[in-house]
């Protein structure tokens, strides 16, 4: 009982990390061009930032096997850490060139923190309330999302002290975990198995695995379609629609509002429908929302359409994560979140394909390409979850790839008592 009492306090930590961490992003790096504008007079950098990201998205598969071998807790913190001097360098930072490799720095550090500390959870997490805590932990983060930027503002938005604020409670956070014992419920066995694999055969036997493919596809399409949804959505709004630009505040305020308070009812209806389930009726909500903005253009159907996008996301997110989490096992956990990680691509995909597009043919035809990339998600999902294992694991590990199959069943298809 003790044992099951650690862990939970140890979940929380992470979740309540997590918020804090989010918090110290948001209210810096939400900043970044008023920061090149303000302190180097500068446009859009976005070189810098495209390329860091990009570099993120190939190191993340790496540390990802990495954990696997070394521990998760030490390439996390690790990261941490990295992140903490980076936003320090971004501050202090006098050069453009300075500034820009300090931020290369960050946006590696964010990209690797993520799936790494998803994966670290599953670790701590019972299998059973490994639902329960990704979700809580999907809302922490969209508490500092909606409070960071708050903070910027009232702060002074892309102020050197809140950089060197936001890499204090990174560097805080790092050193809290560093000290922490992590309550893994993996066996011995599992740990040295773990240890033994060489991370180029790991990163190699995880691409090998078929449903991981589908599902980093499939993974890329939907965050194409919420990850900057911002991005594609303000500049059609303030063209077209009367008011577009308050309009557009409303309905960014209206999605933190949903996320916060839908995420328990979306919640248990995956625990009820399943994760590939709500994954597609989520994809189905995507499409129906980006129909509902390009057809409307009065302020209520658009904060309907926005309501259905968000439940949407609501749904497609912890779904994504109990599926890539259902086909893993305790030895290759790091590896296929860190693979999966790759699917952010979508961040640039969405955006850059969305801007031409609108550029091109107007709301019709960025619209229709957002829809149209929801429905390709689901159908990629749903391919992805009846593929088989990899041959190498059916060979070499009977035991974990039954575990496995049927593990994306009852965690991935079915439900959570």
């Not at 892309?158 to 922490?180: E, P």
């Not at 309501?307 to 779904?319: D, H, Q, W």
């Given at each position: 009982?003790?044992?099951?009492?650690?862990?939970?306090?140890?979940?929380?930590?992470?979740?309540?990390?997590?918020?804090?961490?989010?918090?110290?992003?948001?209210?810096?790096?939400?900043?970044?061009?008023?920061?090149?504008?303000?302190?180097?007079?500068?446009?859009?950098?976005?070189?810098?930032?495209?390329?860091?990201?990009?570099?993120?998205?190939?190191?993340?598969?790496?540390?990802?096997?990495?954990?696997?071998?070394?521990?998760?807790?030490?390439?996390?913190?690790?990261?941490?850490?990295?992140?903490?001097?980076?936003?320090?360098?971004?501050?202090?930072?006098?050069?453009?060139?300075?500034?820009?490799?300090?931020?290369?720095?960050?946006?590696?550090?964010?990209?690797?923190?993520?799936?790494?500390?998803?994966?670290?959870?599953?670790?701590?997490?019972?299998?059973?309330?490994?639902?329960?805590?990704?979700?809580?932990?999907?809302?922490?983060?969209?508490?500092?999302?909606?409070?960071?930027?708050?903070?910027?503002?009232?702060?002074?938005?892309?102020?050197?002290?809140?950089?060197?604020?936001?890499?204090?409670?990174?560097?805080?956070?790092?050193?809290?975990?560093?000290?922490?014992?992590?309550?893994?419920?993996?066996?011995?066995?599992?740990?040295?198995?773990?240890?033994?694999?060489?991370?180029?055969?790991?990163?190699?036997?995880?691409?090998?695995?078929?449903?991981?493919?589908?599902?980093?596809?499939?993974?890329?399409l939907p965050i194409a379609v919420y990850g900057q949804w911002s991005a594609t959505l303000a500049p059609y709004l303030s063209d077209n629609v009367a008011g577009g630009v308050e309009i557009f505040a409303y309905l960014v305020s209206i999605?933190?509002?949903?996320?916060?308070?839908?995420?328990?009812?979306?919640?248990?209806?995956?625990?009820?429908?399943?994760?590939?389930?709500?994954?597609?009726?989520?994809?189905?909500?995507?499409?129906?929302?980006?129909?509902?903005?390009?057809?409307?253009?009065?302020?209520?159907?658009?904060?309907?359409?926005?309501?259905?996008?968000?439940?949407?996301?609501?749904?497609?997110?912890?779904?994504?994560?109990?599926?890539?989490?259902?086909?893993?096992?305790?030895?290759?956990?790091?590896?296929?979140?860190?693979?999966?990680?790759?699917?952010?691509?979508?961040?640039?995909?969405?955006?850059?394909?969305?801007?031409?597009?609108?550029?091109?043919?107007?709301?019709?035809?960025?619209?229709?390409?957002?829809?149209?990339?929801?429905?390709?998600?689901?159908?990629?999902?749903?391919?992805?979850?009846?593929?088989?294992?990899?041959?190498?694991?059916?060979?070499?590990?009977?035991?974990?790839?039954?575990?496995?199959?049927?593990?994306?069943?009852?965690?991935?298809?079915?439900?959570?008592?």
């Open positions: 009982m003790e044992y099951e009492e650690q862990r939970l306090k140890h979940v929380l930590f992470l979740i309540i990390g997590s918020g804090l961490v989010t918090i110290a992003r948001a209210m810096t790096l939400s900043f970044l061009a008023i920061k090149l504008q303000q302190s180097f007079g500068l446009g859009p950098a976005m070189i810098g930032a495209l390329l860091g990201a990009l570099v993120g998205a190939i190191a993340a598969p790496f540390a990802g096997s990495l954990s696997d071998r070394v521990g998760r807790k030490t390439v996390l913190t690790l990261t941490l850490l990295s992140m903490a001097f980076a936003l320090v360098g971004m501050g202090l930072a006098e050069t453009v060139l300075a500034f820009c490799l300090a931020q290369i720095v960050a946006a590696v550090a964010v990209a690797i923190y993520e799936p790494i500390s998803r994966a670290l959870m599953s670790d701590v997490c019972p299998e059973h309330a490994r639902l329960k805590y990704f979700s809580w932990r999907y809302t922490a983060s969209n508490v500092g999302w909606a409070v960071g930027p708050l903070i910027g503002i009232a702060a002074g938005a892309a102020s050197t002290t809140l950089f060197l604020i936001a890499g204090i409670v990174y560097a805080m956070f790092a050193f809290a975990l560093h000290l922490l014992q992590v309550p893994l419920h993996r066996g011995d066995v599992h740990q040295a198995a773990a240890s033994a694999v060489p991370v180029f055969q790991s990163i190699k036997a995880t691409v090998r695995d078929p449903r991981l493919a589908f599902f980093v596809a499939g993974g890329m999605n933190g509002a949903v996320v916060l308070i839908g995420n328990p009812f979306a919640r248990r209806f995956i625990e009820r429908a399943g994760a590939l389930d709500a994954l597609v009726i989520g994809c189905v909500l995507f499409l129906l929302s980006e129909i509902g903005f390009l057809t409307s253009t009065a302020f209520w159907s658009l904060a309907i359409s926005m309501i259905v996008f968000t439940i949407g996301e609501i749904l497609v997110v912890p779904s994504e994560y109990m599926l890539v989490d259902g086909i893993s096992s305790d030895r290759n956990r790091g590896s296929y979140f860190g693979a999966h990680s790759f699917s952010t691509v979508g961040n640039f995909v969405g955006p850059t394909l969305g801007g031409v597009m609108l550029g091109a043919f107007g709301g019709p035809g960025m619209f229709l390409l957002l829809a149209g990339f929801a429905a390709a998600s689901a159908i990629l999902f749903a391919v992805g979850t009846r593929m088989p294992p990899p041959k190498a694991t059916t060979q070499h590990v009977r035991t974990e790839t039954a575990d496995t199959t049927s593990g994306l069943q009852l965690r991935g298809c079915c439900t959570y008592v």
